[in-house]
């Protein structure tokens, strides 16, 4: 991928997709597959907000049965069965222990119902490729084998535990970079750090307006562009109804904004995750990651502005008492947190009086993550505008089928979803396991661990990121090493991150290029190799090498509570 604005404002686009999180990568995937002239346009860097911020996972959303969202679940369920086919490097069955006390709703009889219910509901979970990736229906465990399972387990009313099957992603980041790549490679532009800043319009026939192209800021040079498209979708996230408010200051739909910080751990639950419940604190879960445990999330209202928000060691703190009342057993503490990071669920808020808590407060956990495609043509008169709001990770691809099915109609053009059959970039795999054994043959000269991870991050692409070794006469050796003695990630993957997947800054390489940041810091060393290695590649001087080291350093700390001392 090669970011460039400037050719971008000399190009007519049918649809310019404004947000370079899941939902707008998909959107531009499949309008891409579908044959459309595309521009997908991010004010950041790819994923960097609520698609990293999420809990890893791919799943149904057992809990959303208890709201009789059924239609959701099924919607859900189908889409994880799609994610499995289409990156099976990226997404994983996972087993999940869900204890059950009592016999009331927490009991295995009313949990049994449920489970059913859910396995029901994925009938076709195994119409997979590969037969690794096959799930379970749930079991019902026994008082003393959930115990042996999960010592930390609380003991009082504990009768049993039920095991199910969901999915989670190796990294979330990597997977919506691999559907941006996936639609350049069909012919899409795309630009980061490219942040629109208003929307260019003229007067429709009849009455209204009609959005003709968006008013862009580089936040690398200070430039401004236009880029024209007869349609702009907008899926800004969190952001969505900012950006409405450039075409109406009272734009139609609201957003309720969910902020859900993680904790990462060392190893606490083996290869089983754990769906927990706290008296104090709703429900979380403790999810086993590449050698480490996520523990989250928080569901909570955010009212400020969505690029001020962060973790603070208030956040850590009261997180840490929920964990522990649900899982006294662990006696968690502030030392055991290796890693904390945070996302904003952007929650669609059509009907307040639904959201709206006993005490008047908006209540985002009981909040729908339904989505809504929304054409802004029919009750605002603004031609040329669609916002995809809402939703959940899970699913992002379906979102933008009906996104593009949209577009496509107002374009007065047809064309068939090819998403949900075409492997992501990266994903033309076939079996996993017999996929990592030829890889680990063909690069013998490189340790096993560091074949897997690469593996991990790229799938059928891996040789095309170790042939960035061989671009240029004498770094073969120095790009193949390892970038630090702990570390999977070497070279090569640095190097081609700015050379072909548009890294601009060293937060772009250490947390959404490479998971080199995502399990916490990976030592000064490490940090400081990365960012020579950018600095040869991108020109920076001292100056620039210092504060882009000291940028990505303060990404490790928890933000200032409001109102402390600078």
């Known amino acids: 991928m090669q970011r460039d604005l400037h050719a971008m404002s000399a190009t007519d686009y049918d649809l310019v997709v404004v947000g370079g999180g899941i939902t707008g990568a998909s959107v531009a995937w499949d309008a891409a597959l579908r044959g459309l002239k595309v521009a997908l346009l991010e004010k950041d860097d790819f994923a960097h907000a609520t698609t990293a911020g999420s809990s890893k996972l791919v799943h149904g959303g057992l809990r959303y049965l208890v709201n009789g969202e059924l239609k959701l679940v099924r919607e859900s369920l189908r889409e994880r069965r799609l994610w499995e086919n289409n990156a099976p490097h990226m997404v994983h069955p996972l087993p999940f222990v869900l204890p059950t006390y009592g016999w009331g709703m927490s009991g295995p009889i009313v949990m049994s119902i449920g489970l059913a219910l859910y396995d029901l509901l994925s009938f076709d979970r195994n119409w997979l490729n590969d037969d690794d990736k096959k799930l379970p229906g749930f079991k019902r465990l026994s008082k003393g084998k959930a115990l042996d399972l999960v010592p930390s387990l609380p003991r009082e009313g504990l009768t049993g535990a039920m095991v199910y099957y969901d999915c989670q992603m190796f990294a979330p980041e990597r997977l919506c970079l691999e559907c941006i790549e996936g639609a350049a490679e069909y012919g899409a532009d795309t630009a980061n750090y490219a942040e629109v800043t208003g929307f260019v319009s003229e007067a429709a026939m009849g009455k209204g307006v009609r959005i003709t192209g968006v008013e862009v800021t580089d936040r690398l040079t200070g430039a401004t562009h236009t880029i024209k498209g007869k349609l702009v979708v907008n899926a800004s996230g969190p952001w969505a109804d900012r950006l409405m408010g450039f075409a109406d200051e009272t734009p139609a739909r609201r957003l309720i904004r969910s902020k859900g910080i993680h904790i990462i751990t060392r190893a606490l639950t083996g290869e089983n995750a754990l769906a927990i419940k706290s008296k104090i604190g709703g429900h979380f879960f403790v ?8 523990i989250g999330t928080t569901d909570t209202v955010f009212e400020d502005e969505p690029d001020s928000v962060g973790v603070t060691e208030k956040d850590i703190a009261d997180f840490l008492a929920v964990v522990n009342d649900g899982l ?3 006696n968690l503490t502030r030392a055991d947190v290796l890693h904390f990071y945070v996302g904003l669920r952007p929650l669609v808020d059509t009907t307040p009086q639904v959201a709206e808590g006993a005490d008047g407060k908006k209540d985002s956990y009981n909040a729908s993550r339904a989505a809504e495609v929304y054409d802004h043509a029919p009750e605002e008169a603004i031609e040329g505008l669609v916002s995809a709001i809402g939703g959940k990770w899970t699913t992002s691809r379906h979102l933008a089928e009906q996104v593009v099915d949209l577009a496509l109609k107002k374009l007065g053009k047809t064309a068939k979803c090819e998403t949900h059959c075409t492997p992501v970039y990266g994903g033309e795999i076939g079996r996993l396991k017999s996929f990592i054994a030829r890889a680990k043959k063909r690069h013998a000269h490189l340790p096993g661990d560091v074949v897997e991870n690469l593996v991990g991050f790229y799938g059928s692409r891996i040789d095309e990121v ?17 970038l630090g003695p702990n570390v999977a990630e070497i070279g090569a993957q640095v190097v081609h991150a700015v050379r072909h997947e548009m890294a601009l800054h060293l937060a772009d390489v250490v947390f959404r290029r490479t998971g080199l940041g995502t399990l916490g810091h990976p ?16 020109g920076w001087d001292e100056t620039v090498m210092a504060r882009e080291i000291a940028e990505t350093t303060r990404a490790f700390e928890p933000q200032a509570a409001k109102g402390a001392a600078a």
Not at 466 to 482: H, I, K, P, S, V
């Open 523 to 538: 030592g000064p060393d490490v940090i400081s190799r990365a960012a020579e290695l950018m600095r040869r590649e991108l």
């Open 466 to 482: 170790l042939a960035t070794a061989d671009e240029r006469q004498g770094e073969r050796d120095e790009l193949l090493r390892r």
């Open 328 to 330: 006294p057993g662990l």
């Open 287 to 294: 999810i086993p990651w590449r050698g480490h445990t996520i």
